[in-house]
């Protein structure tokens, strides 16, 4: 059985297809890096509107190869 990660998601807006096929990681992806870009790249507050701790969306931007070393939060 596969999991919910191994799922491919299509998104349609009336005939035309905006995204797709994308994994459920990929979908998450694509919403965190932009968050990251609407909120200016603030760590802290993309963290906060996510929903998901400080330490876990840096993981997640390391596992992206998105991670800076600046330090910006």
């Known amino acids: 059985m596969k999991?919910?990660?191994e799922y491919r998601f299509w998104f349609?807006?009336?005939?035309?297809?905006?995204?797709?096929p994308e994994t459920l990681a990929e979908v998450e992806?694509?919403?965190i890096l932009s968050e990251?870009?609407?909120l200016g790249g603030n760590k802290s507050n993309v963290a906060k509107s996510l929903?998901?701790?400080?330490?876990?969306?840096?993981?997640?931007?390391e596992s992206?190869?998105?991670?800076?070393?600046?330090?910006d939060d």
């Open 29 to 31: 992806k694509r919403y």
């Open 51 to 61: 929903g998901i701790g400080l330490k876990t969306l840096y993981r997640k931007l």
């Open 12 to 20: 349609i807006t009336g005939s035309q297809f905006l995204y797709g």
């Open 64 to 71: 992206y190869g998105e991670e800076s070393s600046d330090g």
């Open 3 to 5: 999991s919910i990660k």
């Open 36 to 38: 990251l870009q609407r």
